[in-house]
């Protein structure tokens, strides 16, 4: 089995088990797509979160998965009684309950979105004509308030997705406009407008709808943003906007645009990108775009010059966690070769032999200077 990491992540390496690791270099406008097979492609993707640390959790309409990178993802078990917050649009942290407690809650509400209020404690959850419901989850499901449009400030019943931002206000995006709600005080955004999706980078804040999209600035204002519709295929389903300012628009293809330089790169079936049903959009702190599909699974979508070192394990650490033992490989792809790998032990080269629990720090270095450093760590299995 190989894993996959990026830029200092830290890997443990037990018996019997090997790993592969990535990392990116300077970024150039030049990107590829790839289809991520570490998860089934013929079940629909319904959400895709990246936490704190850079780990990428993908659900499906089967299961959850927790996905170091590109060529490893681990199956997260829920039993059949339970589900994570993480399984439901817009799920932004691996909070589970029992179904059943959910469903005498709800009635016969259906969700179409929710996320976590880590500022009040406080578990959103949006549905399909009736309102939003405010949950406490611990230690065991209680309602707080259900609002509606005869009891708050809504103005539609029908959810399409609750953000919320760092500061703590929460974003409700509703078939009659958007929501946001700080301190209880509630403010109405763009009435009238089917507003799908609102995200969240830096101190913007984006915003879609009607097949438009939105800047809304920290005053909240809301600023349309004029595209070229030449370049956008169908309806809008999703957006996110990466680390470098691109924002990245899901329709019946993938589609990027530079707002300062008012310039596009599509991602079509003549990129390898061959979804028209894209259900999610993610973006990673390397600026790597996880995109989720009704039809093919997952993709990415990432820079052409990102350095991949894949490293392969030709002996295993001993389980009794003293042999010196392992023993592995490493092969760099992207950037611009010939590449120098230097461990700070003082190892050099490709392959590395008889190594024991610790930790390993490495260092590639391409012909035009660009270094990325990874941190490999052998655990003692006891």
Not at 73 to 90: F, K
Not at 212 to 219: G, S
Not at 294 to 309: A, C, P, Q, R
Not at 316 to 336: E, H, M, P, W
């Amino acid at each position: 089995m190989q894993l996959d990491f990026t830029i200092a992540d830290r890997l443990s390496l037990m018996c019997f088990c090997g790993c592969l690791f990535a990392f990116t270099g300077m970024a150039q406008d030049v990107m590829r797509v790839e289809r991520i097979r570490v998860v089934p492609e013929d079940v629909p993707i319904l959400n895709i979160h990246v936490d704190e640390e850079n780990i990428k959790w993908v659900a499906n309409t089967q299961t959850l998965y927790k996905v170091d990178a590109k060529d490893h993802a681990t199956e997260v078990p829920v039993s059949g009684g339970e589900m994570s917050l993480l399984q439901l649009p817009g799920g932004n942290h691996d909070i589970r309950w029992n179904k059943e407690s959910m469903a005498r809650i709800l009635g016969n509400a259906r969700v179409r979105t929710a996320a976590y209020d880590f500022h009040q404690k406080i578990l959103w959850i949006g549905t399909d004509g009736y309102g939003v419901f405010k949950l406490k989850v611990d230690p065991d499901l209680r309602l707080v308030e259900q609002l509606h449009i005869d009891n708050s400030k809504l103005r539609s019943d029908f959810i399409n997705s609750i953000y919320i931002a760092k500061s703590g206000k929460v974003w409700i995006a509703t078939e009659d406009g958007a929501v946001s709600v700080e301190k209880d005080q509630w403010i109405h955004h763009q009435r009238f407008f089917n507003i799908l999706r609102i995200r969240g980078r830096g101190k913007e804040l984006w915003a879609i709808g009607d097949d438009l999209i939105w800047i809304i600035d920290a005053k909240d204002n809301w600023t349309p943003i004029a595209l070229n519709r030449r370049e956008i295929e169908a309806e809008i389903h999703d957006i996110a906007v990466d680390p470098e300012g691109r924002v990245w628009i899901a329709s019946n293809i993938m589609t990027s645009y530079r707002i300062d330089s008012d310039r596009y790169q599509r991602f079509g079936p003549g990129q390898y990108f061959t979804s028209q049903f894209v259900n999610y959009v993610a973006v990673d702190d390397d600026a790597t775009i996880w995109v989720g599909t009704k039809d093919k699974g997952l993709y990415i979508i990432e820079k052409e010059s990102t350095i991949t070192v894949t490293t392969t394990m030709e002996k295993y650490l001993d389980c009794n966690g003293t042999a010196q033992d392992a023993a592995f490989s490493v092969r760099a792809i992207g950037g611009k070769p010939p590449y120098q790998f230097v461990w700070a032990h003082g190892a050099t080269g490709e392959r590395l032999l008889g190594l024991g629990p610790g930790m390993y720090h490495l260092t590639v270095t391409d012909t035009e200077g660009s270094s990325k450093t990874a941190i490999v760590e052998i655990a003692n299995p006891f």
